[in-house]
């Protein structure tokens, strides 16, 4: 663990590189452009008698995409302002990394959240992986675009500052297996691996930074009426805990201070921001952790993204798992699907059209998936999943 400014900066073993990542931290200790901030009190995560509710599943920097569900939902007017009256908006996890715009979407949340309170609704942003790796600062998904959103005037000056610092940490950590030189080469190849922008996104990530600091201020999980929202799932390992345990431990995890008995609940495979199971374990083997989660959360339904599994809103388990993370076919256009769920019935908007969804058994899985087909059009990407729906019950492959 590196402690610089007083900020507890962990690394994820998780990861293979712990010395990048120790690096990618210590340009806070030469940069000091945070000041640090009083952690923000602990968010609400169970809400009773909630009229109307919209689930936006993984949106990976595709503001576009996130800006026109919000006007199709009626979340926004057209200034893009709150306009969902007591709506509680749920975005499941994963805004930023793999598309370009990220930071559009996260100034948007954080601009409807206090707007969308005053008007007696909720904007509930949860916190996926992504969210963690960029926190952690695996940036292995990060795209050039997103890189350069936070370039500032004095990009270059960050850049060369943070590499002076470095090598002074390098040569005063070697690695057992000797110093790199530090000619022209290496430094063409380390600023191939930190573009302009690269430290300005670092600081704003940071535990005390703008969007670190938002994001440790949220939950992993939440529970609105009977269902119970969260980015990936829960394992057997995570089964036993309250809603609160794991979230506190979450966000103190996030900050540097993780709880006794979770500090791996960033990366592990059982833990709310990486569990697959409940979208790619055959429904036979998964039905009793299902069972366990819904008995311990005393719900009904659990709604996850994390997963790319079809190109729409898909329920397993008999409606018992609802799974948002669209999977969108190469050469197939994004349906923009999203979940709505009114005074209790579930609804698929897709392509715009309202499809009421029913995953009470196979039968009923495939009618709506075969209606959902029909509003996608003629060799639209979920006609050959309609033909096969029984499918879903069945063990799956892990998207990447």
Not at 196 to 221: C, K
Not at 283 to 309: D, P, Q, W, Y
């Amino acid at each position: 663990m590196l402690t610089l400014l007083g900020l507890n900066l962990a690394c994820n073993a998780r990861q293979p590189l712990i010395m990048m990542r120790r690096l990618a931290f210590l340009f806070l200790a030469l940069a000091a452009l945070v000041a640090a901030a009083p952690a923000q009190a602990r968010a609400q995560s169970v809400f009773r008698n909630v009229q109307r509710i919209v689930v936006f599943g993984d949106l990976h920097g595709e503001a576009d995409k996130f800006e026109d569900m919000l006007r199709v939902a009626g979340l926004v007017d057209a200034n893009g302002n709150w306009a969902g009256g007591q709506t509680h908006f749920v975005q499941i996890g994963d805004v930023e990394d793999r598309g370009p715009d990220s930071r559009t979407i996260l100034n948007h949340l954080m601009r409807l959240e206090p707007q969308a309170r005053r008007a007696g609704g909720y904007v509930h942003a949860l916190i996926g992986n992504h969210e963690a790796m960029n926190m952690l600062g695996d940036l292995r998904y990060t795209s050039s675009g997103e890189f350069a959103s936070y370039a500032s005037r004095g990009a270059a000056r960050l850049r060369d500052n943070y590499y002076l610092q470095t090598i002074a940490y390098e040569r005063a950590h070697p690695p057992a297996s000797g110093l790199p030189v530090f000619d022209d080469a290496y430094r063409a190849d380390w600023n191939t691996r930190h573009p302009l922008g690269y430290v300005e996104q670092r600081i704003a990530w940071a535990p005390n930074g703008v969007y670190g600091r938002w994001v440790a201020s949220h939950d992993a999980m939440i529970v609105i009426n009977d269902i119970v929202f969260m980015h990936g799932g829960i394992g057997p390992t995570f089964t036993e805990s309250n809603i609160d345990t794991i979230n506190n431990a979450v966000r103190g995890a996030l900050r540097g201070q993780p709880a006794a008995g979770f500090a791996d609940i960033l990366d592990n495979p059982d833990g709310p921001l990486w569990y697959r199971g409940f979208a790619l374990n055959s429904e036979a083997s998964e039905a009793a952790n299902v069972s366990a989660v819904l008995s311990r959360f005393h719900v009904a339904h659990i709604v996850v993204g994390h997963t790319k599994r079809t190109p729409t809103i898909a329920p397993r388990f008999g409606g018992g798992v609802i799974l948002t993370d669209v999977a969108v076919p190469s050469g197939a256009s994004d349906p923009h699907a999203f979940l709505e769920i009114n005074n209790g019935q579930m609804t698929t908007i897709h392509r715009g059209q309202r499809i009421a969804l029913d995953g009470s058994s196979d039968a009923a899985r495939c009618a709506y998936l075969n209606q959902v087909a029909a509003a996608d059009g003629a060799g639209g990407a979920v006609a050959s999943l309609a033909s096969r729906c029984d499918s879903l019950g069945a063990a799956a492959t892990a998207a990447p």
